[in-house]
């Protein structure tokens, strides 16, 4: 597979954006299937369906994508505006896209399934990776990312899943996905690759200070915690002075993780990060941004500037160590950092795309996002199979 990352910081001028990226493609080989992969800056007011359909003017292929509240590319390390695009073709590899309508909880099973058989039809041969974005979750009523992966998981036979959720500016109100002529604000989008790819993955949390205590999930529905042991969710937050006297609690978490150990069905356990979204002070439940399985063990921890730096530098360490393959030739490396993770850089905001810039092969061609949350395969703590999850406050990575 060939790629190829182009990027312009330009977001008032449309056509002029468009002719920048163009002029950035031109020398690229393309092969007989393609795709674009889009991110953008969260500018409210700002067209990407329009943009979209310039794109396709020029090119005759699907585009993806979502917005970001900033990115990461090999062209210009971490970028905090602008639109970057991430340009894939093989021939032998097959692509095809889907978005979903309006998702709620309700519906969001059967609409997926919907998307992913249609999509799954125009494609010969056995699905080896999805690429997929989604909405966070802002309220009780909203699908969580968790929601997201284990339904493409049961539908592909556990299939490995990259992505996550789309970012903004911390409003939580402009952030979209896109996929061709649909720009929407609650939807899940994906592409399925078929053919000659060998997908590698890294997931690295940040969280290295923990508190001591820890506590078992005996109830809870989804991403709703009502119990934890005998006591509920607040009133054991209160317990360990970490309470909180506001309902709309994202932005007050962001640097303190809920760490999640969840037992898998085959006795193995993976571990996995949650930020929690709000609290019900009538009966002392929690809704999270993550799935909250009853049995998982629930505990906290403390992110700081140092834990981001250290897990980004495990996390290219490790891929660069899957890369040699004889019989595969890597190009392509795509990422996806959590936004709580730029507000604990604080004033160092460039120091993941800088490390990926200094840690990574100069070959491949390097794209990512600071997403609301991220999709990727994680191994588990007792073997070494690998298991689609959701994550928070974690440095995903896959080169394929």
Request: hydrophobic share 40%; glycine share 6%; net charge negative.
């Amino acid at each position: 597979m060939k790629s190829k990352v182009l990027y312009t910081p330009e977001m008032d001028d449309l056509e002029l954006a468009v002719e920048e990226l163009m002029t950035q493609a031109e020398e690229f080989e393309f092969k007989k299937n393609s795709i674009a992969l889009v991110y953008g800056e969260d500018v409210e007011d700002f067209e990407y369906d329009e943009l979209i359909e310039r794109l396709r003017e020029k090119w005759d292929f699907d585009i993806l994508g979502c917005t970001a509240m900033s990115m990461i590319t090999n062209v210009a390390g971490y970028v905090p505006d602008g639109i970057s695009i991430l340009l894939l073709s093989a021939d032998d590899c097959q692509f095809a896209t889907g978005i979903t309508n309006t998702l709620t909880k309700d519906n969001y099973a059967e609409e997926i399934e919907r998307v992913y058989r249609e999509t799954e039809k125009k494609l010969d041969g056995e699905v080896k990776m999805i690429i997929s974005y989604g909405i966070m979750v802002k309220s009780i009523d909203d699908v969580s990312g968790d929601g997201y992966v284990e339904v493409l998981n049961k539908l592909s036979n556990n299939t490995p899943i990259f992505g996550g959720l789309a970012s903004d500016n911390f409003n939580f109100s402009s952030n979209r996905v896109f996929c061709n002529d649909s720009c929407v604000a609650d939807a899940l989008n994906m592409v399925l690759i078929t053919g000659n790819i060998k997908p590698k993955f890294v997931s690295r949390n940040s969280v290295s200070n923990r508190a001591l205590f820890s506590y078992v999930i005996t109830e809870s529905k989804a991403n709703h915690v009502f119990k934890l042991g005998n006591d509920t969710l607040l009133n054991v937050m209160n317990k360990e002075q970490i309470g909180n006297e506001k309902e709309d609690v994202v932005a007050d978490y962001l640097l303190s993780p809920f760490l999640l150990s969840i037992p898998m069905e085959d006795g193995d356990v993976i571990e996995t990060a949650r930020n929690i979204s709000s609290l019900n002070h009538m009966d002392g439940s929690g809704v999270f941004l993550g799935g909250m399985p009853e049995g998982s063990t629930l505990g906290i921890g403390i992110i700081n500037k140092d834990d981001v730096k250290n897990s980004v530098e495990k996390a290219c360490a490790a891929i660069n160590d899957m890369l040699d393959d004889p019989d595969y030739e890597y190009s392509t490396l795509l990422c996806t950092t959590c936004a709580a993770r730029f507000l604990a850089l604080a004033s160092d905001v460039e120091a993941e795309g800088q490390m990926c810039l200094d840690n990574l092969p100069k070959n491949l061609e390097l794209m990512g996002i600071y997403a609301f949350g991220e999709f990727c395969p994680v191994k588990g703590l007792n073997s070494d199979k690998y298991y689609n999850s959701f994550h928070n406050f974690t440095f995903t990575i896959v080169a394929f």
